[in-house]
């Protein structure tokens, strides 16, 4: 089976701009969650989506935003683009809710804020 | 609330030495615990996880890890590290019904030859 995919790999953008990435699960994986990571406060929980609804949502403000499609594809649309939000943004993806199935992880897009 | 704590945030050992990557965990409720490894411009691979059953789990690449209740452990361990172990594990806590996993800061294993 494929892997997690995410495009882009890398994003360049400007203060105030906006940005969508986007994710495509293991297929028959139907929750994709998503993950900020940075240096200073490590990997942090987003969201995640489950059959085309958001199921939960971490500590992020609400310029963060997602959306899951019918083939269980992922979008992340951060609005009005903040330094602070430079990051690797990594997708994951399971075959269901439950917790202890485990997540399997995309190679991440990394966006750079200028 | 789950939450997991890593204790040291750089170990270095030398090749063929006893890898030992410390995680206690803080869960209200029997956790689901995890360990990730993480090399230099890579998404998170998982290593293994504990879910029920046998608390000495094995996983991918000769780790394992053994989940101790009395110590709210999940200790990793490898017997003896290869330059291709040097990479930043991080272990992770989810709960029952959702995959809102919590990460540990993380730790960068550095091997010597």
């Known amino acids: 089976k494929a892997g997690v995919t995410q495009t882009p790999r890398y994003l360049i953008k400007t203060r105030g701009q906006q940005v969508t990435l986007s994710c495509s699960p293991i297929s028959g994986h139907r929750s994709v969650s998503w993950y900020q990571q940075t240096p200073g406060q490590g990997l942090q929980f987003l969201f995640e989506?489950?059959?085309?609804?958001?199921?939960n949502k971490g500590n992020f403000p609400g310029r963060f935003s997602g959306r899951q499609f019918s083939n269980s594809r992922s979008e992340m649309n951060v609005s009005t683009l903040e330094l602070g939000d430079s990051a690797l943004y990594l997708c994951?993806?399971?075959?269901?809710?439950?917790?202890?199935?485990?997540?399997?992880f995309g190679p991440g897009t990394r966006l750079t804020v200028t | 609330a789950q939450s997991v704590t890593q204790l040291g945030s750089h170990v270095s050992v030398s090749e063929g030495a006893l890898v030992l990557l410390r995680c206690n965990y803080s869960s209200s409720v029997p956790p689901y615990l995890f360990w990730y490894v993480q090399y230099p411009n890579q998404g998170l691979q998982l290593l293994l996880k504990?879910?029920?059953?046998?608390?000495l789990v094995k996983g991918i690449n000769g780790f394992e890890a053994e989940f101790k209740k009395s110590e709210t452990s999940f200790h990793l361990t490898k017997p003896s590290a290869h330059m291709s172990d040097a990479a930043e594990y991080f272990c992770a806590v989810s709960g029952n019904n959702n995959n809102d996993m919590r990460f540990g800061a993380g730790t960068r294993l550095t091997v010597k030859p």
């Open positions: 994951a993806s399971s075959p269901t809710l439950a917790g202890g199935r485990g997540q399997y």
């Open positions: 504990y879910t029920t059953g046998a608390t």
């Open positions: 989506y489950f059959s085309e609804t958001q199921r």
